[in-house]
């Protein structure tokens, strides 16, 4: 009895102490959850901007590419040895040079001959008109005579166009390449010589979607910019509009035209265009860093007012152009809206904020970053 009475105690003394101690940790939970519940965060700083109306001129984007007005890449008309080649690489060249000869030894050669045959026929047919208006040979004569001179001259002629066809002329001002040939190469025809690129002007290429057809005419100005000179701008004028549409992309193709006074843009340069409409566009807009973009909806925190105090919530917006620091908005917010410009990637929808614009980068249509 002594024994079962023990065991009873000892059992009702470790369920007591387990009892407590399991009280004692929910009262703990219970007291944790109640202080977090009643424990408020501090505000975020964040800088602001109030979405603002603008005037924007009328634009199109697109990228191109740079092609020469005139470009060719030489090739050799027939075969023969390089005999002569009277350029260097890069060199620039006028309309008219010699850029290269093939060997016309041969050529030469019969060339003398047939002058001084030329030459002959020529004295013949003069006497043979003498003596036919004497009456000593009969016409027909004469006419042989005739036809044995124009032989001769067609003869000299023809080696003078075998002997042009294996001299090569600029056709027209520019640059020329590095040469593919070689002093005492013999080469067939049809061989790659040099390119040839003028200088002057450049086209640039390029097109737009087909919704676009109605809004660009010629005479419209572009600007140009690229990767090779990101400091720079070009100015050039919308030349040429393709009077029909890609069925396959369901685009047209534009061409503008660039002076190139300088020799900068090369032909096969990677371009980004401007082309300026006419007219101006009223957008209202924020700045691009206060954008917080995902995959499920680009989105902004507006600055609102509530019991607690200064909180930030979000909304979802559709944004159009950009332009500098700018971007435009056309759903989503309204003009005089306060939205968070710097530090909205820290908050959560309802969090307190507090404001604080003095550090705030000032946004501008035509940024100049510092170490550019």
Not at 323 to 349: C, H, M, P, Q, W
Request: charged residues 20%; proline residues 5%.
């Amino acid at each position: 009895m002594k024994k079962l009475s023990f065991s009873s105690l000892l059992i009702t003394a470790i369920t007591l102490l387990l009892a407590t101690i399991i009280g004692a940790k929910l009262f703990q939970f219970k007291s944790m959850a109640d202080a977090a519940e009643n424990m408020v965060l501090p505000p975020e700083t964040v800088s602001t901007f109030t979405i603002e109306k603008q005037s924007w001129t009328k634009s199109l984007h697109a990228i191109g590419t740079i092609d020469p007005i005139q470009g060719v890449l030489l090739q050799s008309e027939i075969d023969g040895v390089v005999n002569i080649i009277n350029f260097d690489n890069g060199q620039e060249v006028k309309k008219g040079d010699m850029l290269i000869q093939l060997d016309i030894s041969v050529e030469k050669a019969e060339l003398k001959a047939a002058k001084a045959l030329a030459h002959l026929a020529k004295l013949e047919l003069e006497r043979a008109k003498r003596l036919q208006k004497s009456g000593s040979i009969p016409e027909s004569e004469l006419d042989r005579a005739f036809a044995e001179a124009a032989r001769r001259n067609a003869e000299v002629e023809n080696i003078e166009a075998r002997i042009d066809r294996k001299t090569l002329y600029a056709p027209f001002n520019g640059i020329v390449g590095i040469r593919k040939i070689n002093l005492g190469q013999y080469i067939a025809s049809g061989t790659a010589i040099v390119s040839l690129q003028e200088n002057e002007s450049v086209y640039v290429n390029f097109s737009l979607p087909q919704n676009e057809i109605s809004n660009v005419n010629n005479g419209y100005i572009i600007k140009l910019t690229c990767d090779a000179y990101p400091q720079q701008n070009f100015e050039g004028e919308l030349t040429a509009i393709s009077p029909e549409i890609d069925p396959k992309t369901r685009s047209f193709s534009l061409q503008g035209t660039f002076i190139n006074s300088e020799a900068l843009l090369k032909p096969g340069l990677f371009v980004r265009l401007e082309i300026f409409l006419p007219g101006l566009d009223e957008v209202i807009v924020i700045p691009s860093t206060a954008i917080i973009y995902a995959p499920y909806g680009n989105s902004v925190y507006k600055i609102e007012e509530s019991e607690n105090g200064t909180i930030a919530r979000q909304h979802f917006i559709t944004t159009g152009r950009q332009k500098g620091d700018f971007i435009s908005i056309t759903k989503g917010a309204k003009l005089g809206d306060i939205v968070v410009s710097a530090g909205a990637f820290k908050l959560r929808n309802g969090i307190s904020v507090r404001v604080n614009n003095d550090l705030a980068p000032e946004p501008e249509l035509k940024p100049v970053p510092n170490n550019s």
